[in-house]
């Protein structure tokens, strides 16, 4: 089992940065896969970012490569999506996942993670 908690959300203006933070415990933190989802209003839960458990691999969404960039530090247990040059379009509920095979295929699919945060309200006002 890993439980999975995020923050770091909140109201950011156009052209701003947030980090958000998602602190894991229960399972090793370095035995999972990371990923960062997000979910607009009316929207499915889309693929953010992931990074693999040694933390030098990592893949992005098209939208978010350049602005956003996901590390980790196993040693805190914690996982990070550093924001920059926010959009309003990047408003949504962030979610943060562990792949518990450990396994790093680079996957956008949500059915890879098996547990789930219960997610953190990014709003960027234009």
């Known amino acids: 089992q890993v439980q999975l908690v995020e923050s770091g959300g909140g109201l950011v203006q156009a052209g701003g940065s947030l980090r958000l933070s998602c602190a894991a415990s229960?399972?090793?933190?370095?035995?999972?896969?990371v990923g960062w989802f997000r979910q607009a209003p009316g929207k499915e839960r889309e693929f953010v970012a992931s990074?693999?458990?040694?933390?030098?691999?990592?893949r992005y969404d098209d939208s978010v490569k350049g602005r956003f960039t996901i590390s980790r530090d196993n040693a805190k247990n914690t996982g990070y999506l550093q924001m920059n040059s926010l959009k309003s379009e990047d408003t949504a509920v962030y979610y943060c996942?562990?792949?518990?095979?450990?396994?790093?295929?680079?996957?956008?699919?949500?059915?890879?993670?098996?547990?789930w945060g219960q997610g953190t309200q990014v709003t960027v006002s234009s």
């Open positions: 990074i693999n458990r040694s933390g030098d691999r990592t």
């Open positions: 996942a562990a792949d518990a095979s450990g396994i790093y295929v680079g996957t956008t699919r949500r059915d890879r993670y098996d547990y």
């Open positions: 229960g399972r090793t933190f370095s035995s999972v896969v």
